[in-house]
């Protein structure tokens, strides 16, 4: 059974920084495909960021230029820098992975989901 686990959320102004942390446990990435996505309230869940080891890294347009996605092959884990943080990119951000190596933006396509991390940006 796949696990993920997000760390690094958190509170912090406009024009601030976070980091986020994913680890994975159940199987190594090989294969794979990590992404981000957000919640907002009364939104819908939706893409932000992904990384394929064969295709690369996939940004929403929303993001780009401002968020990079990372992995460590060794210590299983997956990384979200956000940089000059929004009000509007507060949200609960989850981590999720999916089988092979095609990154697709539609949530149905994920298979594995951690519980999510909280990031507010104040104004």
């Known amino acids: 059974q796949v696990q993920l686990v997000e760390s690094g959320g958190g509170l912090v102004q406009a024009g601030g920084s976070l980091r986020l942390s994913c680890a994975a446990s159940g199987r190594t990435f090989s294969g794979y495909t990590m992404g981000w996505f957000r919640q907002a309230p009364g939104k819908e869940r939706e893409f932000v960021a992904a990384?394929?080891?064969?295709?690369?890294?996939y940004y929403a347009e929303s993001v780009k230029g401002r968020f990079t996605i990372s992995g460590d092959n060794a210590k299983n884990t997956v990384y979200l820098k956000m940089n000059n943080l929004k009000p509007e990119d507060t949200a609960v951000y989850y981590c999720a992975t999916k089988f092979g190596a095609r990154v697709s933006i539609r949530r149905r396509d994920w298979d594995y989901w951690g519980q999510g991390t909280q990031v507010t940006v104040s104004s």
């Open positions: 990384i394929s080891w064969t295709e690369g890294r």
